[in-house]
Structure formats: structure tokens, C-alpha cells
């Protein structure tokens, strides 16, 4: 048995043998590591940096590949309300598409939240935690979207088929989901365990990458403003949205305002990259860039939540209860994005400064 590697093999002994073959998972990591010490070290840190760097690349990539998906099922719930055929559903039909939504924006938190670890808790300096923390979060995105999918499917199904039919397809489509998302990988994963992977080592990214990352981060969150601003420039034409109250279609305006002003803070930094800076890698650019993210999370979660508002109120016919579902989305995306960020990045800050002796005063507050 041999370990294979840039065009040379590794003998491995007998007794790493029976441990590979025993599926200890801890030999994968004892492979590898004697793989990486044959080689010259300048070639090993090059080696260990590109696998942390593809790794997070490759993590914002599959982050951007849901939202896209995401936004696609936002859209249709936003826009269905306003239907003529919306109102001849059934109310538990009408409910599921409410539970939808108010997953998809769970699960479209969740896929944003990389964005706002990256440069609150983060500040843009630990590749390695910013993977781990992308990775969770779309594990726990992809369930929400999972659930928001297959009862969009149970909707679509009920317009053709019986109530039992239709919720024998949801209930297919979720097993398959399910299957080919968590049960396949689950199972895969032990005989992934085994193979070697290059140790990341913890080195500052250079430049030019985090140039390219705050790129790649604002392409994730683009979608999301995708899916409401089409659905908000296109539902004032429809015949649905003069029969909604003036407060509403003031607020749906405000919204689309929000959606406006998102877009615009997104699409700040390209020109102010092109403009500017002549298209050169600058401090400047990354600190401009990430500053504009952040700023355009908040317009974001105001336009999603105030046209949750239109949706629950056209469902129910509560504004009360409308604009508690909506308050409840809003706290959900901006608790996330910025108050549990703030919170982590201020405890990390905490934990760093007592490790090194400082007094954070944290005890003297707790003795009192």
C-alpha cells in the first residue's frame, strides 16, 4: 500500500495499513503529515496555503450556487399572493406558502451570515474559521431551503393534483432532497476521512485575495436583492396590488426604496474599484468594499421584511399579526447579521486580551 503524491509514491508500513484499513480516522492525518514532511518546506507552506485558499474559494462558491436557488423561490412567494388564482387556494394551502417564505428568509440568513462573520467578527483575518463557519452555514441553509422547497412543491402540486397527491409529491421531493443533500454525504464521508488532505496552515491571506473574496461576497449577496427587486418593480402592475390599503402600498414602496438603495451600496465597490483606483489592489478598496457590504445588509433585511408585512397581511387579513411576523424576520436577519456578530467578535476580543494577562474588567463587573 502506497501514498501518492506530485509524481512521487510513499511507502506506507504495514501497520499504517491495518490502521487505513481499520478506518482510524486519525491516520489520514498521520499520512498526510508524513507526506508533507519528504518535501522541500518552501514547496510544503505552498502547498498547505493554495489547499486553505482553494477550500474557501470553493466554500463561497457553493454559498453563491443556494442563494441563487433561494432567490428564485422568494420570488414566486413574493409575487403568488398577488395572483388571482392565490385566493381559490385552500387557507392550509395558503399557510404552507407563508411557512415557505418565512424558511427561505431563514435559510437566505443563514447563507448571508458568512459575510457579516467575515468582517465583524472576523475582521477579514482568519481563513480558517470563516471556512468552518461558511460550511455550518450552509448545512443548516440547506435544510431551511429543503423544507421551503418541497412545501412550494406541495402548493404548485395541489393546483393538478388531489390533496393527497400532492402531498405524496412534496413528500417524495423531501425524501429525495434529503437523500442526495445529507444521507449520500453522511455516508461518503467515512471513506473520505480516509483520504490525505493537505494540512491548512494559518498564514494572513495576501492581498490580492482579499480583494477577490470581498468580490466573490458581494456576488452572494447580489441575489438576494434580485429576488425582491424584480418582484417589487413588477408587482405595482399587477391587479392585486390596488386592492391592498394606502398604508400598504406606501410601505411596499418603501421596501422597494430599501431594495434600491441595497443595489446601489452593492455596486459601489465595482465602480469605485474602476474609477478610482484604476482597477489596482488596494487596502483602500478592501475596506471600502466591505464597509459597503455591511451597510447594504440593513436596506436588505428592511425591504425583505417589509414586503413580508404585504404577504402576511394578504394571507391573513391581520395587520397586527402582519406586522409581528414581519418584526420577527427583521430581528431574525439583523440579530444575526450584526448583533450576534458583535457580540462573538467582542468575546473573542475578551478571550484574546485574558489570555495575554490583560485586565478586561469583565471580573471586577462580576465581583460587583
Not at 450556487?65 to 385552500?90: H, K, N, P, T, W
Not at 465595482?270 to 436596506?299: C, K, N, Q, W
Not at 456578530?341 to 463587573?365: C, E, P, Y
Request: hydrophobic letters at 50%; aromatic letters at 10%; proline letters at 4%.
Amino acid at each position: 500500500m502506497a501514498l501518492s503524491g506530485l509524481g512521487e509514491t510513499f511507502p506506507l508500513t504495514s501497520f499504517d495499513a491495518i490502521l487505513a484499513q481499520s478506518g482510524v480516522e486519525k491516520w489520514a492525518e498521520v499520512a498526510n503529515r508524513r507526506f508533507l514532511n519528504k518535501l522541500p518546506r518552501a514547496q510544503r507552506i505552498k502547498i498547505q496555503v493554495a489547499a486553505l485558499k482553494n477550500k474557501l474559494e470553493n466554500a463561497f462558491n457553493e454559498d453563491r450556487i443556494l442563494m441563487l436557488c433561494i432567490q428564485v423561490l422568494i420570488g414566486f412567494d413574493y409575487r403568488a399572493v398577488f395572483e388571482d388564482a392565490f385566493s381559490r387556494l385552500s387557507p392550509m394551502m395558503q399557510h404552507l406558502m407563508l411557512a415557505s417564505l418565512s424558511l427561505l428568509i431563514l435559510a437566505l440568513t443563514l447563507m448571508l451570515a458568512p459575510l457579516s462573520f467575515n468582517w465583524i467578527a472576523g475582521k477579514g483575518g482568519d481563513p480558517k474559521q470563516l471556512h468552518r463557519y461558511i460550511q455550518n452555514m450552509i448545512e443548516w441553509g440547506l435544510v431551511a431551503f429543503t423544507f421551503a422547497m418541497c412545501l412550494d412543491l406541495t402548493l404548485a402540486s395541489s393546483r393538478v393534483l388531489t390533496l393527497t397527491g400532492s402531498w405524496i409529491v412534496g413528500a417524495a421531493m423531501l425524501i429525495l432532497a434529503m437523500f442526495l443533500w445529507f444521507g449520500l454525504e453522511f455516508y461518503k464521508r467515512k471513506e473520505a476521512v480516509m483520504r490525505p488532505k493537505p494540512v491548512s496552515k494559518e498564514e494572513p491571506i495576501e492581498l490580492k485575495d482579499r480583494v477577490k473574496q470581498v468580490l466573490v461576497e458581494t456576488r452572494i449577496a447580489l441575489p438576494g436583492v434580485q429576488a425582491t427587486l424584480g418582484f417589487q418593480f413588477i408587482i405595482v402592475l399587477a391587479s392585486g396590488f390596488d386592492a391592498l390599503p394606502q398604508s400598504l402600498r406606501i410601505l411596499h414602496l418603501a421596501s422597494l426604496m430599501c431594495s434600491s438603495v441595497c443595489a446601489i451600496f452593492l455596486i459601489a465597490p465595482a465602480a469605485y474599484h474602476r474609477i478610482v483606483l484604476g482597477g489596482e489592489d488596494t487596502e483602500e478598496f478592501v475596506y471600502f468594499a466591505s464597509r459597503m457590504l455591511l451597510i447594504a445588509l440593513v436596506p436588505l433585511a428592511l425591504a425583505l421584511s417589509g414586503d413580508v408585512t404585504v404577504v402576511v397581511w394578504k394571507i391573513t387579513r391581520s395587520m397586527p399579526l402582519a406586522i409581528t411576523w414581519a418584526c420577527a424576520m427583521l430581528t431574525l436577519m439583523l440579530g444575526v447579521w450584526f448583533g450576534y456578530m458583535s457580540w462573538r467578535h467582542k468575546r473573542t476580543r475578551t478571550l484574546q486580551l485574558a489570555t495575554h494577562g490583560i485586565d478586561t474588567g469583565f471580573d471586577n463587573v462580576q465581583s460587583r
